[in-house]
């Protein structure tokens, strides 16, 4: 992967000058284009609105107020009226609920100063196109020979099987054996859709770890929908595998369908079949590695809907006090057979740790964010702030215990680390993440302020955050995925927030250690933004942050006082674009899929394409 060099960056924070000596942002025409487009879609909802008569349906009565909303936003001076629901789309969508774990909600809490600094910043939301017709889906493709595909299977089961083992290696290098001989490959695969499908797919996420490699994983990914209908009309194991592989696919794709819709409709099929209850309680007929995989794969679902829920501040789908499966076993992939087990599994700590072991370590630190979530954030009953600090000194005490029982480091992969997961930076992120969601909601409680060693733990947590990726990613051929730009995103925003509310966290903070942790949020976020233009918002509006945040620090030094952040609901002022650039982020966030409802905050990125997947085509 290219690098941005610093003078590069430096560069890019350069804004062009007209000849009346006016200064205009670097993006000043996408800008203007890009306003006018979002005014055209206010148009053509108004006049859509202006058919419904006095009875509204819901959705018409909410565009109508999202119509209305550009006339007076500008003297809303409550952003935190915009937090319950958000229109995504500027005309023709239904509004998308961000809770109150989300990024966007603990945005509203930011310095007003810091606000205004934004106000002549204009969103840089990519607009796909004007409806979303007309966009050429790749045409499929044939699959590739046996060398390389070797190669971008490997890339998939040493980087992503790691963290969601839900396939069988096995059974699927004995499908890929037939790629040795193409002549008699169709014979040996006997037509099956099953095999067909999730080699496509194996392959298509293996093309996005390997681009180098020449292959099309769009291509690849049209090839595996060929043959889904086959798979999704089952009502098995099978149907819950093709699934994950389409969120697996749509962690790191920026075209592919919302991973928290496939998680959650992979673990609605799981609790429809009942893996997420005891089968021992269950007295299931199925035999162990019949077992063992529908284990693998309920908790691969789980994480997958729990970790994008959390993101994006919704409720789970489902609590861990309903469930009682117990985690896959601790083996060796070898050791698993479709007759059984052939090897005993990890039973000691100090024994060597297995792809499992590292595997159920994250299902652990990915369930304690759904605890966190459902315990401080979901309850809409919770209102007294000493059983909300209770709590989170309860969900400390077990992400401490998580935290003691972490494995050795995970041996890198014999091609290359491709996924974060697979670094040994991953607990320790991890971790800190866990500690700015637990006290998150409590530095930005304007009527129990928090203490300053919390402040202290969240600056700290925060820095620790930006420090770790920026060592794995920078000068590596790590990918890239939108939880990596949520958490990163995440980490600078609080970073800053904490240094601009605490005098104790601006008094522990040397201007030089500011100046590193601003730059290396900044840096993995130009070089997104480079690779993908839907990261450019998180780009553009952490650097107007990161810039005002380094010029408070430099009059704090010098003796100059910092007026402290209002926390109080209805003292935030915000730009007049801060709708339509938040609207901008909260997209991406959503999911990665059809209506363009995904265009820029925390799936994966850019533009996707339309891949039809049913009667409602791609969701988000």
Known sequence: MMLTSPSSVMVRHQHAVVVNGRSLPRNYLETLEQRVVFLEDQLRATNTN????????????????????SSTIAEDDDLSSMIGTL?????????????????????????????????????????????????????????????SAV??????????????????EATFRKWEGALKDPQ????????????????????AVGALLLPH???SAEQLYASAMLYIDDLLCRDNLECIQAILCCGTYSLRSFKGI???????????????????????????????????MQKRSFWSAYVLECTAAVFLGRPLSLHLQEIDVEFPLDIEESFLTPDGTCGPPRSLPTEPPTLMTHAIHGFRIRSLFGSI?????????LHDPQIRQDRGQQLLIELEKWRASTPPPMKPPPDGILSFFTTTDWNEVSYNYAILQIYRIQIADGRNPASDEMFLTCLNAAKNICHGFHRQYFGKPTTYTWSAL?????????????????????????????????????????????????AAPYRDIFEVLASRTMTMMADSQQGNSVAPVALVQGQDMYPEDLPLWMAGISDTGLSIGADWLLSELIDEFPTPEHFPLGEEGRVS
């Open 373 to 381: 979530q459902s315990a401080l954030y979901s309850d809409c009953t």
């Open 50 to 69: 202006a058919t419904c008569d006095a009875e509204l349906s819901p959705s018409c009565q909410l565009n109508a107020a999202s119509d209305q909303g």
């Open 184 to 203: 008699s490959m169709i014979h040996d695969l006997s037509y099956d859709a099953v095999p067909l499908y999730f080699l496509n797919m194996v392959y």
């Open 258 to 292: 919302s991973h928290w819709k496939l998680g959650g409709l992979a673990l609605r099929q799981c609790i429809n079949l009942g893996y997420h209850r005891s089968q021992r309680r269950l007295k299931s007929t199925a035999n162990q590695f019949q077992q063992e």
């Open 213 to 215: 490699m020449g292959y």
């Open 486 to 534: 949520h958490e990163m995103f995440l980490a600078g925003l609080t970073y800053i927030y904490c240094l601009w509310t605490s005098p104790a966290a601006r008094e522990a903070s040397r201007h030089d250690h500011v100046s590193r942790t601003c730059m290396d949020c900044t840096m993995f976020l130009v070089i997104l933004a480079e690779r993908w233009a839907d």
């Open 87 to 147: 229109s995504l789309n500027a005309a023709g969508s239904e509004p998308s609920y961000l809770g109150p774990s989300s990024t966007f909600a603990f945005s509203r809490f930011m310095k007003p100063s810091l606000q205004s600094a934004l106000s002549s910043f204009h969103s840089n939301v990519a607009k796909p196109g004007t409806d979303g017709h007309g966009v050429v889906a790749p045409e499929p493709c044939a699959l590739p020979d046996f060398h």
């Open 151 to 168: 190669k971008l299977s490997n890339a998939y089961f040493q980087n992503i099987h790691t963290q969601y083992p839900f396939l069988h």
